[in-house]
Each structure stands twice: as structure tokens, then as C-alpha cells.
């Protein structure tokens, strides 16, 4: 055989052996990605059905009371610290703490002497006064009728006329010197300015005043105030001539009735809330110190009926306030819009009508369309 040929037949037989072993390598592949095909199929998984446990409640039509309790402290109707409005020596002091006094008692009295002197001054300028007037005005109407004769010249009747004037205010103000001399001394007795008690006797006999001295304090307790500051929620919710219930825990838990007599629409600058005052009257008031602390209960001024859910069904979500309504044991995913709350009821005024049931407990693992268990219904 020549080279040529034996070069031939070894490269068919290389060859060969190539494609061989390629079938064979392929086939193995083959089995083995089969193998593993079996081992590990893949499996759809199955959508989650399972029922969410919750509890609702329905919508109602209600009455909203916002107004809650709030804490008042209670003041005398009437106080007022009673001053001297004379300089003067005390010469009686009439009451003692704890005395009870009518409206224009006398209280405290100053030396009258020296007001006396001055009353009786100011009458005799005053006499003076008018006699001084009298006498220009006859001299004026004496001139008058000789003017008219031509007996005298127009610039004497004026002369006669401008003396009449001025006598005239001298004795206005003479006449007024007079009545501020006589209020002086009847200042120096001093009155009880309305019916009430002595509480405190700033003065004692002997002691010299000067204008604006304090000489009693006093107190009317015949009712009395109750002030409290509330927020501007509770502000919109009461009206005067209301009745609040008063707890006064320093008489035992007492409950009394008080009338809402103001409700101010200025807030406090350091609180922030707006003031209240209630008027409690009768024989109860009597047994109340100023600085006694009330729990208030407030009243509503709410008497319409409103559309009403329970505060734990609503909740925000996306910015949005919105409720799960149960139908058919699905859960709905229900955008409603808000009004007034008392902290357990939210008014609704749209999304949902009265008698739909709305998650109260359990809505936080719930997702729109979800199915759902109803456990309770509150």
C-alpha cells in the first residue's frame, strides 16, 4: 500500500472515531438532564384562600358627645379687697374676720374732724360765692335798663355783663369745692359695698391711712364661680344655660349641678384653651372655698342624630381615611370622609350609610376583596 492511501484510511478511521464518541458524550448529557427533570419538577403554588378572623361592628345613626370632663376651680361670686378713698386716722373699726356683713354696713370710720373744717369752708365760699353773684347780677340788669335811657355808655354795660359772667363760674366752682368736701367726709366712713363676709380686716384702730389703703377684704359666697379652660372641640360642643356636673373630691365626692354662664371665644395664651365659667347657686354653694378643685362633666350641644362609626374601624391609608365594610364575608376597602369625634364614635359623613358592618378588630391584616371570618359583632 502506498504512504498516500495509508494516510487516507487512518484519517476516516480518526474520524469515525470522533463521531462516535460525540453520539456517545451527547447521549449522557441527555440522561442526565432528564434525571434531574425527574427529581426536582417544578410545582405551581396555590393561591392563599384562608379566612382573616375579624370583628365588626354596624354603622349607626347616634348622638356625638364631645365635651368629656375637664378640671375647674372654684372662686367667690364677689370679692373685692375694700380701700380707703380718704387719707385719715381709724378711729372705730367695726367687724372681724369671719363677720358677716349687708350691703352699706360700715365697716371702718376715719377721724372726721378735719373733713368737717374743710365741709364747712367750702359752705362759706360758696355763700360768698353767691352773694357775689347775686349782686352782679342785679348790677347787670340795673345797667341794662340804663343803657336803654342813655345813661351809660355800651362799653360800661359790658363791663357790668363780663363781672355777671365771672361771678357766675365762681360760684359753679365754689359750688363744686363744696360737694368734693362733703364727699370727702362721707368717705371717711366706709361701707361694705355688697352683702357678703369679712374675710380678712386689713386695719386696726388707731393705724393713719393714706387713699388706697387696703382695710377688709370680703367675699360673696352666696353662689359661686367655676372656671375651666376647654379645647376648641369641646368650646363648639356647649352653650350658656347648659348644667354641668361638679365631683368636689375635697367634700367627699359631692355631685352638684352648676349652670354654664360663659363660654369664652379667646384662648388662654399659656394653655391654649378657652375659657369656661359655671354659676352654681343655692344651699350647697355655702359649703365651697375659693380654690377648691371640680372634675367638670361637660353637656352636648349636639342634639341632631349622626352618622356614626366606631373610632377603632378608621384608619389612614395613602393620605386617605378609609374603613373595611364586610358584604358576603368579603372585606372592602371603603374611602369615607370624616366629622366630629368623642375619641369612641367618628362621625361619617360619606362612604358608608347606617347598618353596614365595619372592621373594628383585625382590619391591619386584611387587603381589598380578602375573605374574612366574622367573630364578633359589637
Known amino acids: 500500500m502506498s504512504r498516500q492511501a495509508l494516510f487516507i484510511l487512518v ?7 470522533l463521531v462516535t464518541l460525540s453520539a456517545v458524550l451527547l447521549a449522557s448529557c441527555g440522561a442526565t438532564h432528564s434525571e434531574t427533570a425527574d427529581e426536582a419538577p417544578v410545582v405551581e403554588q396555590p393561591r392563599l384562600t384562608t379566612a382573616v ?3 365588626v361592628s354596624p354603622i349607626v345613626a347616634t348622638r356625638i358627645d364631645r365635651a368629656g370632663t375637664v378640671t375647674g376651680l372654684v372662686s367667690a361670686f364677689r370679692k373685692a379687697t375694700v380701700a380707703a378713698e380718704v387719707g385719715g386716722r381709724v378711729t372705730k373699726r367695726l367687724i372681724e374676720p369671719g363677720a358677716i356683713v349687708e350691703k352699706g354696713q ?25 352773694v357775689d353773684r347775686n349782686q352782679a347780677a342785679h348790677q347787670y340788669r340795673r345797667g341794662r335798663e340804663l343803657f336803654a335811657k342813655s345813661v351809660i355808655s355800651e362799653d360800661t354795660l359790658d363791663d357790668l355783663g363780663f363781672a355777671e359772667q365771672r361771678t357766675r363760674a365762681q360760684l359753679l366752682a365754689a359750688r363744686a369745692e363744696l360737694s368734693t368736701a362733703q364727699r370727702a367726709l362721707a368717705d371717711t366712713r366706709i361701707l361694705a359695698p355688697f352683702a357678703g363676709t369679712a374675710e380678712i380686716v386689713h386695719v386696726q384702730e388707731g393705724d393713719y391711712l393714706q387713699p ?7 367675699t360673696d359666697f352666696s353662689k359661686v ?26 367634700l367627699g365626692g359631692v355631685a352638684l349641678r352648676g349652670r354654664i354662664q360663659n363660654v369664652g ?3 388662654d395664651a399659656s394653655s391654649g384653651t378657652y375659657p369656661v365659667e359655671i354659676w352654681l347657686d343655692g344651699p350647697e354653694a355655702a359649703r365651697l372655698r375659693e380654690g377648691m378643685v371640680a372634675t367638670v ?36 376597602l371603603t374611602p369615607v370622609r370624616v366629622g366630629i369625634s368623642n375619641g369612641t364614635l367618628v362621625e361619617i359623613l360619606e362612604g358608608v350609610i347606617v347598618g353596614e358592618l365595619v372592621v373594628v378588630d383585625g382590619q391591619f391584616a386584611l387587603r381589598d376583596g380578602a375573605n374574612v371570618a366574622v367573630g364578633e359583632t359589637r
Do not use: C, W, Y
Not at 484519517?11 to 472515531?17: C, G, V
Not at 372656671?227 to 368636689?248: C, E
Not at 350641644?301 to 368579603?330: L, M, Y
Open 265 to 267: 371665644r379667646i384662648a
Open 297 to 332: 362633666t361637660l353637656p352636648s350641644s349636639a342634639e341632631e342624630a349622626r352618622t356614626a362609626a366606631p373610632a377603632s374601624s378608621v384608619f389612614r391609608k395613602n393620605g386617605n381615611t378609609h374603613v373595611f365594610t364586610v358584604f358576603d364575608n368579603k372585606a372592602k
Open 53 to 55: 378572623r375579624v370583628r
Open 106 to 130: 360700715l365697716l371702718i370710720e376715719l377721724d372726721q374732724q378735719r373733713a368737717q373744717l374743710i365741709v364747712e369752708q367750702a359752705k362759706a365760699i360758696a355763700t360768698a360765692r353767691a
Open 225 to 250: 364661680r367655676i372656671r375651666a379652660g376647654v379645647t376648641a372641640m369641646a368650646a363648639n360642643s356647649i352653650a350658656p344655660n347648659q348644667i354641668a356636673t361638679l365631683h368636689f373630691e375635697a
Open 212 to 218: 388706697g389703703s387696703a382695710v377688709a377684704t370680703l
Open 11 to 17: 484519517t476516516r478511521l480518526e474520524t469515525a472515531a
